[in-house]
Every structure is written in C-alpha cells, then in structure tokens.
C-alpha cells in the first residue's frame, strides 16, 4: 500500500466572487458564489483532469 500526503504540492489563485472558470477540454464553466477563506488559498478546481481557469473578461452573475 502506498502512503498519501494530504499536503497541498502547489498554492492555487485567490477565485473571487463572481470569477467564471471554465475547462478547455470540455467548455464546462463554474461561477465563484463564496471564496476560499483559506490563507493563503490552496483551492484548485479541476475537470476533464486539468485545472479549471479563469475565463478571462468575462463576469456573469447567475443572481442579475
């Protein structure tokens, strides 16, 4: 059996309220409706088994 660190190996962005994310691979989006309040944030998002990035110009609130 192998043993697993729970320890992050890389610190993720700082998402805001309202920052879109999509996937390259498939196009899927998320919204940030509450932020990581982790200092400093360690908080990566990913689908298609890649990190989700930040969809740049783009702030679409789904509350408006």
Same mark, same amino acid.
Request: net charge neutral; with cysteine.
């Given at each position: *059996? ?49 990190? *989700? ?12």
């Amino acid at each position: *059996m192998s043993a697993r660190s729970h320890e992050p190996t890389t610190k993720g962005p700082a998402h805001e309220k309202g920052q879109r994310l999509y996937c390259q691979v498939c196009r899927a989006e998320i919204e940030i409706i509450n932020p990581c309040t982790c200092k400093p944030s360690n908080q990566v998002l990913k689908c298609c088994n890649r990190d *989700m990035t930040p969809e740049v110009g783009v702030s679409v609130h789904l509350d408006e």
